[in-house]
C-alpha cells in the first residue's frame, strides 16, 4: 500500500492568486495522477506526472492554469494558478500501486476561492 | 473510450435492509472496474475490484460485485446496510490499454442509510 500526504488539506484564497499542493508519498511510484473534483461532482483526471518528464494534460487543462512538478519518484506539487471562484473544488492526488491493481488517494485539498 | 454510468445520484435504504447500487459500463477493452467509497471529509478508500478473473468479487464491509459482461454491468451490493455505510460510491473504469492506471470516474452515488 501506498500512504500519500497532502499539504495544505484547505485553503481559502483570493482570486488572481496562485496556490501549490504538494503531494509526498512513502515509497516511489512511477507515476502520479491529480484529480479534481468539483462540489457535488464526481472526480476528473487533471494531468499525469511521471518523474523525469513534463505532465501530460487531459483534455481541458492546461499546463499555464496547472503547472505541475515532479522532481523525484515520491513527490509532485500541482499550482493552480490565477484563481477565480470556479477553481474552488478538491484537488486530489493520486498513485498506482502497480498497474491494473490499486490506486491510493491522498485526502485532498479542499480549495475556495473568494 | 471508456465510461461508467451510475444510475442512481441518491439512494436511501434503512438500516438491515440490502443495498443495490448500479452502475453500467462502457470499454473498447476488456476493463477493470472498481468501486470506490468517499465518506465525508475523508479520502477515497476501495472497496472492490474487477480485473478479468471471477466475476462476483468480494470486497471489505461485506460489499460485492457483479461483473456482467452481456449487460455492461458492474452493480454493487451489500445484503445488509449499516449506518455507517452512508457515504458517496463512485463506479471507476480503468483505461487499460494506455499502460498505466487512467482512472475514469462516474458521477457518484450518494447512499443514504436511515435507522
Known amino acids: 500500500s501506498a500512504v500519500i500526504s497532502q499539504k495544505p488539506s484547505r485553503d481559502i484564497c483570493q482570486r488572481g492568486t496562485s496556490l501549490t499542493i504538494q503531494c509526498q508519498v512513502d515509497?516511489?511510484?512511477?507515476?502520479m495522477f491529480w484529480y479534481r473534483q468539483q462540489p457535488g461532482q464526481s472526480l476528473t483526471l487533471i494531468a499525469t506526472?511521471?518523474?523525469?518528464?513534463?505532465?501530460?494534460?487531459e483534455s481541458g487543462f492546461v499546463i499555464d492554469k496547472f503547472p505541475i512538478s515532479r522532481p523525484n519518484l515520491t513527490f509532485s506539487t500541482l499550482t493552480v494558478s490565477n484563481m477565480s471562484p470556479e477553481d474552488s473544488s478538491i484537488y486530489l492526488c493520486?498513485?498506482?500501486?502497480?498497474?491494473?491493481?490499486?490506486?491510493?488517494f491522498g485526502q485532498g485539498t479542499r480549495l475556495t476561492v473568494v | 473510450a471508456q465510461s461508467v454510468t451510475q444510475l442512481d445520484s441518491h439512494v436511501s435504504v434503512s438500516e438491515g435492509t440490502p443495498v443495490l447500487l448500479r452502475c453500467n459500463y462502457s470499454?473498447?477493452?476488456?476493463?477493470?472496474l472498481f468501486w470506490y467509497v468517499q465518506h465525508p471529509n475523508k479520502g477515497l478508500q476501495l472497496l472492490l475490484k474487477?480485473?478479468?478473473?471471477?466475476?462476483l468479487v468480494k470486497g471489505i464491509n461485506g460489499f460485492e460485485a457483479e461483473f456482467k459482461k452481456s449487460e455492461t454491468s458492474f452493480h454493487l451490493t451489500k445484503p445488509s446496510a449499516h449506518m455507517s455505510d452512508a457515504a458517496e460510491y463512485f463506479c471507476?473504469?480503468?483505461?487499460?490499454?494506455?499502460?498505466?492506471?487512467?482512472?475514469?470516474f462516474g458521477t457518484g452515488t450518494r447512499l443514504l442509510v436511515s435507522p
Open positions: 515509497s516511489q511510484v512511477t507515476m
Open positions: 506526472a511521471n518523474q523525469g518528464s513534463e505532465a501530460t494534460y
Open positions: 471507476v473504469v480503468s483505461a487499460t490499454n494506455t499502460g498505466f492506471q487512467k482512472l475514469v
Open positions: 493520486s498513485v498506482e500501486s502497480g498497474y491494473d491493481t490499486e490506486a491510493f
Open positions: 470499454s473498447s477493452y476488456s476493463p477493470s
Open positions: 474487477y480485473t478479468s478473473a471471477a466475476t
